[in-house]
């Protein structure tokens, strides 16, 4: 994950959001900027994505990407967890960045190797929060120092900064496994989202092993946490985690990824740059991971996936849609700019963008976020899943089953379809 340019204010989720996007009285309106069907709604590297064997290149040589030897007298990594989500908790619960990755990779090896069942939900709940180092200091995002304030040389201050995106893209995508274990999700769903933070934690390798080389290390300058707000406000629904974190703050990387290729290649860091390049390349899976699951969501519930994902990011995250944007990049992975792009959107939804960016302007949005928060709100989430999405439609079990064979029906179509253009 790159970071997002503007990133979420906590908001907790109104299940009300999803009800009338499946509904007949309020029929989506008809977009400005449709370009016909032909767009791919599925990346064509998603399928070789999940069929691709255990990355084991977690350091970058001469070359590029390579294995790591193990030390002689290193202990190995014991997984006694009982199933994928209690993996989860634990990664989620080690402050250790180099230690959470390392728990990750075995997490995914044991899932890989079927050692490790992916069904269940975790014994304890997700944290509110993930356990973090004593550095660096988490500070409110107006107190990072800028890069020309900071004490570190600019190749270094980019690759913290990167090292930070990568520890919280590691626990984001461990958040979204266990927080909605209890939902009926297809298998696939989990799997994938473990594979995301495998490659995750091998980007944040990358990224902590260049640091070192540069001579800094990672939490020698403050940071934020305001990635981890979009975990928060998307707690409650499994289609707002979606569109918030993999559809909307990794998919800034998309567009941040090159711009800052070309910054360390000016600077004359070709190292650097060929490990963002790398990381950057990568993310475009992840991206599409979020993508596909948000159109099966969609589909499983007869809702329009465009209104759907415009009005979610419209009430939870409405800083994030701020260009420039790689409208190129974002095709690829199935994100239409009348999705992201204000200037496609319908008049009333700009409207209503328009009246949310000033009430985040004047704090009306956080204020309401405070009183939930004493209300509970943040206690909700603390307590376990919450998959509105789902209950608030299907209630029995039997309909919860054919809500997740809908999804799982949708979603392995749909790569099914794109998968003759990647063998291409």
Not at 77 to 105: F, G, I, N, S, Y
Not at 112 to 122: D, I, K
Request: net charge neutral; charged share 20%.
């Amino acid at each position: 994950m790159l970071a997002p340019s503007q990133a979420c204010r906590l908001t907790r989720f109104n299940v009300r959001l999803w009800g009338p996007l499946h509904g007949a009285r309020h029929p989506p309106p008809r977009l400005h900027c449709e370009h016909g069907d032909a767009r791919p709604t599925v990346w064509p590297g998603l399928e070789p994505w999940r069929q691709s064997g255990v990355n084991e290149l977690r350091g970058w040589g001469r070359k590029g990407p390579q294995s790591v030897p193990i030390t002689p007298g290193t202990p190995a990594l014991e997984c006694r967890w009982r199933c994928l989500a209690d993996a989860a908790v634990a990664v989620l619960q080690t402050p250790d960045p180099a230690q959470k990755a390392a728990l990750t990779h075995a997490a995914w090896h044991a899932v890989s190797n079927g050692s490790l069942p992916v069904g269940g939900e975790p014994a304890a709940a997700p944290p509110p929060f993930p356990a973090r180092p004593p550095r660096p200091q988490l500070v409110a995002p107006k107190q990072v120092p800028t890069a020309k304030a900071s004490r570190l040389p600019l190749p270094a201050y980019m690759l913290h900064s990167l090292a930070h995106v990568e520890l919280n893209a590691v626990d984001l995508a461990w958040d979204t496994v266990a927080r909605f274990a209890a939902a009926p999700l297809p298998r696939a769903f989990f799997l994938d989202f473990a594979r995301v933070a495998d490659d995750e934690s091998r980007h944040l390798l990358w990224c902590l092993q260049r640091l070192g080389e540069l001579g800094h290390a990672y939490g020698d300058m403050p940071a934020h946490s305001v990635l981890w707000e979009g975990a928060q406000a998307s707690a409650g629904d499994v289609g707002s985690r979606l569109a918030v974190v993999p559809m909307s703050q990794e998919a800034r990387g998309l567009d941040a990824g090159p711009r800052l290729v070309d910054r360390l290649v000016g600077l004359g860091d070709a190292r650097s740059a060929a490990i963002v390049r790398r990381i950057a390349q990568e993310e475009t899976a992840h991206v599409a991971v979020g993508v596909v699951w948000f159109r099966g969501v969609c589909a499983a519930l007869g809702a329009d996936p465009g209104h759907a994902f415009r009005a979610t990011i419209c009430t939870l995250c409405p800083d994030v849609l701020r260009g420039p944007f790689e409208a190129g990049a974002r095709a690829q992975v199935g994100l239409p700019p009348e999705w992201y792009d204000p200037g496609c959107w319908p008049e009333g939804e700009r409207e209503r963008l328009a009246e949310a960016l000033r009430a985040r302007k004047e704090g009306v949005l956080d204020e309401r976020t405070a009183a939930e928060v004493q209300g509970g709100g943040r206690g909700d989430t603390a307590r376990g899943p919450q998959t509105a999405l789902f209950s608030s439609t299907l209630q029995d079990a039997e309909n919860l089953g054919a809500l997740r064979a809908r999804l799982e029906h949708f979603v392995a179509g749909e790569t099914a379809r794109a998968a003759p253009a990647s063998a291409a």
